[in-house]
């Protein structure tokens, strides 16, 4: 069984050598979580420039669908590079683009014909939706919720309600948008244990918000994340979704599924979306859509789509190398991979599940396919955070050679490759649980 092996203390003198430059060039804004620098990589495993070698499970923060280097998306951009570098979407047409515009409106749920916007991010993707949305239904208030996490462009991060930093210092922000609960009862706080409650806090839009501040009829869109991402890898109730669309229908407001982390496949569905049994109104996609190259995408209803030319554009969106290295993700993702994220994502939940019964600091586990969370609490009776915990314990994976990040006030995600085997999944399990009993015993 391979298994990560750490030659020198981390960080290495490499290691230490280049993080001293970075301090010196790069912008400080970045949240580098641990001393990692990466070299190369193969599949789930990452070699630094000290030669350690490491196990990651967080596929680059949930980008690298198909695993780091998978030949067939490497040989994608290969040929496409000997071709066709850039020509502009914008200005011109090239084959990549239209080919894989034409793919993913043919993937996205619903009967109605699609179209496709490309850009390089999933902030984009969303700042393109937000656009959209105002441009079709010429209204100027939006709904989006507390925890999520839609970009830092400056409308991405007027939706985005994760953390206070990531606003500090920019406001004002754009106008016109109310954040409200996700999932979760806003009478008794209480989330996922009782699934019920999770619909007070859509029952309250109508009878409380519509009726009291701000009128459903200037509502463009509801900006929603099938399962939040930063916020905490959480799950809502199964008629959450459900019963909000309905709301949105009643009221004429779009439903904007914010499926940057969530999608191509992560779940085990090519749209997490899928799930509840909701056909979104407008969808952004990216991170795992070409397994580590820069894009985003916005697709929607062709008759929402109907802006005008030169309303929105992109001079690298939809880039040729980009698009080819989409349409071998998708290739893989139909072929084996979407299966594999529900069978190793039934194994990984199963073990953390295992692994909670022996540990009082771990509270709730929670996921859809491989995308998972464990929370650390200090009393699972009291569900008090355990933040420190959450920060010690990835510090700890670290050093024995596992990749992990948090999310959320106390959570920590797994969301390795679709690629990633049994095996690996139970090394990641191993390691964390050495690192839990160090740290909360």
């Given amino acids: 069984m391979k298994l990560p092996q750490i030659n020198t203390p981390l960080p290495g003198p490499r290691a230490k050598k280049l993080i001293k430059k970075d301090n010196s060039f790069v912008s400080p804004s970045y949240t580098r979580v641990y001393p990692l620098v990466a070299e190369k990589a193969k599949g789930l495993w990452i070699h630094d420039v000290d030669g350690n070698l490491f196990l990651d499970f967080t596929a680059g923060i949930a980008v690298n669908a198909t695993g780091h280097c998978h030949p067939h998306v490497v040989k994608a951009v290969a040929d496409q590079a000997k071709r066709l570098l850039h020509m502009s979407g914008t200005d011109?047409?090239?084959?990549?683009?239209?080919?894989?515009?034409?793919?993913?409106?043919?993937?996205?749920?619903?009967?109605?014909?699609?179209?496709?916007?490309?850009?390089?991010?999933?902030?984009?993707a969303v700042e393109a939706a937000f656009k959209l949305a105002r441009w079709h239904t010429k209204r100027e208030l939006n709904i989006a919720f507390f925890g999520a996490f839609h970009g830092r462009t400056m409308g991405a991060l007027s939706?985005?309600?994760?953390?206070?930093?990531?606003?500090?210092?920019?406001?004002?922000l754009v106008p016109g948008i109310t954040h409200i609960p996700y999932g979760y009862c806003y009478r008794c706080a209480y989330n996922l244990t009782y699934p019920q409650c999770g619909l007070h806090c859509v029952h309250w839009v109508e009878d409380t918000l519509f009726r009291t501040t701000m009128p459903a009829e200037?509502?463009?869109?509801?900006?929603?994340?099938?399962?939040?991402?930063?916020?905490?890898?959480?799950?809502?109730?199964?008629?959450?979704?459900?019963?909000?669309?309905?709301i949105a229908q009643k009221y004429g407001i779009l439903y904007v599924a914010d499926e940057v982390q969530s999608g191509m496949g992560r779940t085990g569905k090519m749209f997490a979306m899928e799930h509840f049994g909701v056909v979104a109104d407008i969808v952004a996609l990216a991170k795992g859509i070409a397994s580590g190259l820069p894009l985003g995408a916005m697709v929607a209803s062709a008759k929402i789509m109907n802006w005008e030319a030169g309303s929105h554009a992109s001079t690298f969106g939809g880039n040729p190398l980009s698009c080819q290295a989409a349409m071998a993700t998708i290739e893989l993702l139909e072929k084996s991979l979407m299966k594999n994220a529900v069978r190793q994502g039934e194994r990984l939940l199963k073990g953390l599940g295992a692994l909670q019964k022996n540990f009082e600091c771990m509270g709730d586990v929670?996921?859809?396919?491989?995308?998972?969370?464990?929370?650390?609490?200090?009393?699972?009776?009291?569900?008090?955070?355990?933040?420190?915990?959450?920060?010690?314990?990835?510090?700890?994976?670290?050093e024995k050679g596992l990749l992990l990040l948090g999310c959320g006030e106390n959570s920590i995600r797994f969301c390795p490759s679709l690629t990633?085997?049994?095996?690996?999944?139970?090394?990641?399990?191993?390691?964390?649980?050495?690192?839990?009993?160090?740290?909360?015993?």
């Fill in 366 to 398: 929670r996921g859809k396919g491989l995308m998972a969370a464990v929370e650390l609490v200090k009393d699972r009776e009291t569900k008090e955070p355990a933040t420190e915990w959450r920060s010690q314990v990835i510090k700890k994976t670290f």
């Fill in 218 to 246: 200037e509502v463009a869109a509801i900006f929603v994340e099938p399962i939040q991402g930063e916020g905490g890898y959480i799950v809502p109730p199964p008629e959450f979704h459900r019963e909000l669309y309905k």
């Fill in 159 to 172: 939706l985005t309600a994760s953390k206070t930093i990531q606003k500090k210092h920019y406001n004002p």
């Fill in 92 to 124: 011109f047409y090239y084959t990549p683009q239209i080919m894989l515009a034409e793919k993913l409106a043919g993937l996205a749920p619903g009967r109605s014909a699609k179209k496709v916007y490309f850009g390089n991010s999933g902030a984009e």
């Fill in 420 to 441: 990633v085997t049994a095996k690996e999944i139970d090394v990641c399990l191993s390691i964390f649980e050495e690192a839990v009993k160090e740290v909360a015993g």
